[in-house]
């Protein structure tokens, strides 16, 4: 039996005026307006969370957990985005706030260094000079943009690269190292990861290319933010290990990915509007002479996420302040043969086929989406093309589409609607006067 598809977005419609401001940044059009209310379509939503951050009345929120789940588990890790350290002022370090997390009750602490790492190595020494597929090579860090590609770029998904996120490997291993220790159950060890976004939020629950995640929650940065801050005044009584690097640091801001592997021939695109435009360009044999292509759905990437506090641009700035006094990203032979074998092995890939989400297709059928298709045709000759939303649809091609699939009977096109009353008002004007 298939689990019910989780989505960590949500709408607060006591919130929702019905001003569609929605309607116009959502990538893949599901919501819909209706009866003055937003509706998001659950087969079409990526969480990519550009609704909440649009929505003025915060309509549009996240479902996230909260401290309260550490309680579940006899062992409890935090894993921190490294996105985290550009939320604080520069004069707080990495460490500092690695200790103020591990004093709210956690015995481990680690951030998504190690994953990083090995995900560098692998695609720079490894799968770059194996691959078999024409095109660049497509990271595979963003739930968002897999789940984008799956749903409007499914001819793509063969140019992903096979690996689990940074966050995934960090917590596979770290929890599989901690059993060993404790001597616990991996049921009884609670992974919890504090997300800059929605995205993950949903990979953790229905997660893309594996079957399982090996975390257990994962907690807002926006909720978290203010716990942190009280516990920096904290003396620990304990030393977390810092790996961090330069280059590892910098996968949280737009083209970090690609500078860590050392390449020349990448193109980094940050913002989902942004990287639909590319990946249309890609589709139509346009994009030549790049071998990786890192997309991210956020503006500035992770630091840009609609889970965090700060500006990104501002981030950016303390991340690279950070940066500055961190080691560089080394790898010795042993190390890369050791990623290597994780990765033969399963440890650190994709185990699981990612399908195509045909969401956008009119029918399944080939001769009733053709036939679809012409009738959608017809609608759209009879529509002012202007896209104005005023229908509950974001585009005039999608209120045709909803109308031939049989999910809008009611909704008209006010704008054609005036258009008509117009032309007859002219009309009856024109008859009294030649009456008079």
Request: glycine share 6%.
């Amino acid at each position: 039996m298939e689990k019910e598809y989780f989505h960590s977005v949500i709408l607060k419609e006591d919130r929702c005026i019905g001003c569609t401001s929605c309607l116009k940044v959502c990538p893949t059009e599901a919501i819909r307006i209706i009866d003055g209310k937003a509706r998001i379509i659950d087969e079409r939503c990526i969480d990519c969370g550009e609704c909440i951050r649009i929505c003025p009345n915060h309509a549009k929120s996240a479902v996230t957990d909260n401290l309260n789940v550490l309680d579940k588990y006899k062992y409890t890790i935090a894993i921190a985005t490294m996105s985290i350290y550009g939320q604080f002022q520069p004069n707080i370090s990495i460490n500092q706030i690695l200790n103020s997390i591990k004093a709210m009750g956690f015995n481990e602490v680690y951030d998504t260094t190690l994953g990083a790492k090995i995900i560098s190595g692998l695609i720079s020494r490894y799968l770059l000079l194996k691959k078999k597929v024409e095109g660049p090579l497509i990271n595979s860090s963003c739930p968002a943009i897999l789940r984008l590609i799956q749903i409007r770029f499914p001819d793509l998904l063969p140019n992903v690269v096979d690996i689990e996120t940074p966050m995934e490997i960090t917590a596979r291993i770290v929890k599989i190292d901690a059993a060993k220790k404790t001597g616990l159950d991996l049921k009884e060890i609670g992974v919890i990861f504090f997300t800059p976004c929605t995205a993950r939020a949903t990979s953790i629950k229905n997660p893309l290319g594996i079957k399982n995640s090996y975390i257990d929650a994962a907690i807002s940065i926006k909720d978290i933010y203010g716990e942190i801050l009280k516990n920096l005044s904290v003396n620990p009584s304990y030393s977390v290990n810092v790996e961090t690097t330069k280059e590892t640091l910098k996968w949280v801001s737009a083209g970090g990915q690609a500078k860590s592997l050392g390449m020349e021939k990448y193109l980094a695109v940050d913002s989902i509007h942004e990287v639909i435009k590319v990946l249309e360009d890609l589709e139509l044999g346009k994009l030549e002479g790049v071998d990786f292509l890192e997309l991210m759905a956020c503006r500035e990437s992770c630091i840009g996420g609609p889970l965090v506090i700060e500006n990104s641009f501002i981030a950016r700035a303390k991340i690279g302040n950070h940066a500055k006094s961190l080691s560089p990203l080394t790898y010795t032979d042993e190390e890369i043969d050791q990623y290597i074998k994780m990765y033969e092995e399963g440890f650190v890939r994709l185990t699981e086929t990612i399908e195509p989400r045909l969401v956008m297709s009119l029918d399944k059928d080939i001769s009733k989406s053709i036939q679809k298709m012409e009738l959608m045709r017809e609608i759209l000759k009879n529509l002012p093309g202007i896209d104005c939303g005023v229908c509950g649809a974001p585009t005039c091609r999608a209120f045709a589409e909803d109308i031939v699939k049989g999910e809008n009977n009611h909704s008209l096109c006010i704008v054609k609607t005036i258009e008509s009353f117009k032309n007859k008002n002219l009309k009856r004007k024109g008859e009294n006067k030649i009456e008079s």
